[in-house]
């Protein structure tokens, strides 16, 4: 993909992590196998693709890296996908250590958290088990919606980037008392009858 970039536009200054991958089911019925599997596509090909392309896109002298999360990065509201959500909470972390390094460098990182998008993720979920499905509660968003805020948030500089901005507001709320964030997330989640 890398040479494929190279011989079609001449440098590479753009770079987007993204592929998925969830399985869904109680902690214990998620067996390692599956674990590792969700941390290698998840988490390490994101850091896989960025050590890949960095190098090109530091020679080019600008640039800019998307590195795509999840808002169930960002705060707990399901119990399913434990393994997808550490991933990607992962992601976060590492996507703040990569902006500080670049941050002399010219070179940009934008965290993208989407929540709830029309795309095939749903359909692509491996479900194992009896899942104890829960929602972020917010809209479905289109992704062509998603793209153009991508645009803007690139063009500005911004580093993260929720696919909602109630997200925004909700992420505030757990920082400020993550202990009551969560007890009332498992409140809201033992209320609701499982799929």
Same mark, same amino acid.
């Given at each position: 993909?890398?040479?494929?970039?190279?011989? @079609?536009?001449?440098?590479?200054? %753009?770079?987007? !992590?993204?592929?998925?991958?969830?399985?869904?089911?109680?902690?214990?019925?998620?067996?390692?196998?599956?674990?590792?599997?969700?941390?290698?596509?998840? +988490?390490?090909?994101?850091? #896989?693709?960025?050590?890949?392309? +960095?190098?090109?896109?530091?020679?080019?002298?600008?640039? /800019?890296? %998307?590195?795509?999360?999840?808002?169930?990065?960002?705060?707990?509201?399901?119990?399913?996908?434990?393994?997808?959500?550490?991933?990607?909470?992962?992601?976060?972390?590492?996507?703040?250590? $990569?902006?500080?390094?670049?941050?002399?460098?010219?070179?940009?990182?934008? %965290?993208?958290?989407?929540?709830?998008?029309?795309?095939?993720?749903?359909? !692509?979920? /491996?479900? %194992?088990? #009896?899942?104890? $499905?829960?929602?972020?509660?917010?809209?479905?968003?289109?992704?062509?919606? +998603? @793209?153009?805020?991508?645009?803007?948030?690139?063009?500005?500089?911004?580093?993260?980037?929720?696919? /909602?901005?109630?997200?925004?507001?909700?992420?505030?709320?757990?920082?400020?008392?993550?202990?009551?964030?969560?007890?009332?997330?498992?409140?809201?989640?033992?209320?609701?009858?499982?799929?």
């Amino acid at each position: 993909m890398r040479q494929a970039a190279l011989d @079609a536009f001449g440098r590479i200054t %753009i770079l987007m !992590n993204n592929a998925g991958i969830v399985f869904s089911g109680p902690f214990l019925e998620v067996d390692m196998q599956k674990w590792r599997r969700s941390l290698e596509i998840n +988490l390490f090909a994101v850091i #896989e693709g960025t050590q890949l392309m +960095l190098p090109d896109i530091l020679s080019a002298g600008t640039g /800019h890296i %998307i590195n795509v999360a999840s808002t169930a990065a960002l705060y707990p509201y399901n119990v399913d996908r434990m393994s997808y959500n550490s991933a990607r909470a992962a992601v976060v972390s590492f996507s703040e250590a $990569l902006a500080m390094e670049l941050w002399d460098k010219g070179i940009g990182v934008t %965290i993208l958290c989407p929540g709830p998008t029309r795309t095939n993720m749903m359909e !692509n979920v /491996h479900f %194992i088990g #009896e899942p104890k $499905l829960g929602e972020p509660g917010l809209p479905v968003m289109e992704p062509e919606a +998603l @793209a153009e805020k991508l645009v803007r948030a690139l063009r500005a500089g911004t580093f993260f980037l929720p696919g /909602h901005e109630e997200v925004r507001e909700i992420f505030a709320q757990r920082g400020a008392n993550p202990d009551a964030f969560l007890s009332g997330a498992a409140e809201r989640l033992s209320a609701k009858p499982k799929a």
